[in-house]
């Protein structure tokens, strides 16, 4: 298994510019979920795909969405960039569906600096 | 409002000894726990998942221990080997098979000492 693949590993955007961040799952992963993880605390979950529908979303407003691709892959778009956006972006998948939490397997993320 | 807290920033342990690692939780909603070992630069790592109807769950040297009415869980490591330094995220979540999430603390870093 390659596992999960995201791109870029670094990037810094100003204020207000769009960004897309970028995740490549395994073969047969058809659950992807993405998170932000702030300096100093954990990851907060952001939204989940499952078969291309999002089916769950944490606390983050419509400038943050997503898309999952019928290829396994995945991309996590955030408009209007704010200073506090910055952040480690962390992308999960897994082949069991959303029902198995166990069984996610997560990239080792973007680090998105906006100034 | 943390729904998941880890109080303790960092453990330090001594190599061969238990590391204990404790987690304390508000959402009595939440039914499924998990901790998770991050290197750095790397993503997190599954360790080792407790379901609200067991109070405990073993595999191989760690072994997580759940007190629902205590909104309190811990990962115990025996013996701690130097591998094992790392970030601990304890993790949980509100519905067995939900479309939730994961609400994570905010991690323990544990230095295993030689």
């Known amino acids: 298994e390659t596992g999960v693949t995201q791109s870029p590993t670094h990037l810094i955007k100003t204020r207000g510019q769009q960004v897309t961040l970028r995740c490549s799952s395994q073969?047969?992963?058809?659950?992807v979920s993405w998170y932000q993880q702030a300096l100093g605390q954990g990851p907060q979950f952001i939204f989940q795909y499952y078969r291309e529908e999002e089916n769950g979303r944490g606390n983050f407003p419509p400038r943050f969405s997503g898309l999952q691709f019928p290829n396994y892959s995945s991309e996590l778009n955030v408009n209007a960039l704010e200073l506090d956006d910055s952040a480690l972006y962390l992308c999960?998948?897994?082949?069991?569906?959303?029902?198995?939490?166990?069984?996610?397997?997560f990239g080792s993320g973007t680090r998105l600096t906006v100034v | 409002d943390q729904q998941v807290k880890q109080n303790s920033p960092s453990l330090s342990v001594q190599e061969g000894r238990i590391s204990i690692l404790n987690c304390d939780y508000t959402?009595?909603?939440?039914?499924?726990f998990l901790w998770y070992k991050k290197y750095p630069a790397e993503g997190p790592t599954f360790l080792i998942s407790?379901?609200?109807?067991?109070d405990k769950n073993e595999d191989g040297r760690f072994t997580v221990f759940l007190n629902k009415s205590a909104k309190h869980l811990s990962l115990h490591i025996v013996p701690s080997q130097p591998g094992d330094s790392a970030v601990y995220f304890c993790?949980?979540?509100?519905?067995?098979?939900?479309?939730?999430?994961?609400?994570f603390g905010k991690g323990t870093h544990l230095i295993i000492q030689p």
């Open positions: 999960a998948s897994s082949r069991s569906g959303p029902r198995e939490k166990s069984g996610y397997t």
């Open positions: 959402n009595s909603m939440f039914d499924y």
């Open positions: 407790i379901s609200s109807i067991k």
């Open positions: 073969s047969g992963h058809n659950t």
């Open positions: 993790a949980a979540s509100a519905t067995w098979g939900g479309a939730d999430g994961l609400t």
